[in-house]
Structures are given as C-alpha cells and as structure tokens.
C-alpha cells in the first residue's frame, strides 16, 4: 500500500484542519489505519485509528473531542478532522496502515506502511 498525506499548513489557535491520507496499491479496505504526529526530538506519537469497516475508531487522550477521524473505503482515503487546534499540535503528521490487533493501535511498529508526512503549524 502507498499512501499520500496531504492537507497541512498554517493554522491560527482555535482553527481547523481536514488531513486526508490516499491509499493506492494494495487492500486499504481490510486495512487499519492510523495518525500519528511527530516533532523533532520527540517520539512518534500516536493520534487516532480506525478498523478497516469503521465501526471501531479511538483518539488519544490529548486530542479527544477536538480531532476525528473517518475513511471513505470506496475513495481508499481516510481523514483526520482537527478542531480547536492548539500550539502544541503543531508537528508532521503521518499516516500508516497495516492490521494491528486493536489494543495495539497506538504502537508505530504495528503498522506496515507510512505515508510521508504533512507538516501542520498551529501558530498566530
């Protein structure tokens, strides 16, 4: 599976960002996907999942209520929705597919395949 992240770029506090992640190549439709962020210096944090039907999907602790996250399987895309957006989320976004035993989603080395990244900035 390959996988192209897009939708970063500068945002104000308070503002909103829609991620979008294309999947081409492979079964993006029997695969997990997930959102992690990283900035420099720091580990790779995870941000969200959701199986591969949409019926189970989580976001971390830090970003619950604000973020959500979605897939169209028919458009192999999946989506980050990001609301009231704060400094602190400022980082490169990823996403990553692969079939990870639900209670390990937020483990980077469960997935098999990871998109470049797109740089989100939270800044006025």
């Known amino acids: 599976v390959q996988l192209q992240a897009s939708g970063g770029g500068l945002v104000q506090p308070g503002g909103s960002l829609r991620l979008s992640c294309a999947a081409s190549?492979?079964?993006?439709?029997?695969?997990?996907m997930g959102w992690f962020r990283q900035t420099p210096g720091k580990v790779r944090e995870w941000v969200a999942a959701?199986?591969?039907?949409?019926?189970?999907?989580g976001v971390a602790d830090a970003v619950k209520g604000r973020f959500t996250v979605s897939r169209d399987n028919p458009k192999n895309t999946v989506y980050l929705q990001m609301n009231s957006l704060k400094p602190e989320d400022t980082a490169v976004y990823y996403c990553?597919?692969?079939?990870?035993?639900?209670?390990?989603?937020?483990?980077?080395?469960?997935?098999?395949?990871w998109g470049q990244g797109t740089l989100v900035t939270v800044s006025s």
């Open positions: 990553a597919a692969g079939s990870p035993p639900w209670g390990l989603r937020h483990s980077p080395g469960s997935y098999y395949h």
């Open positions: 190549g492979g079964t993006f439709s029997s695969s997990t």
């Open positions: 959701i199986r591969r039907s949409g019926g189970d999907r």
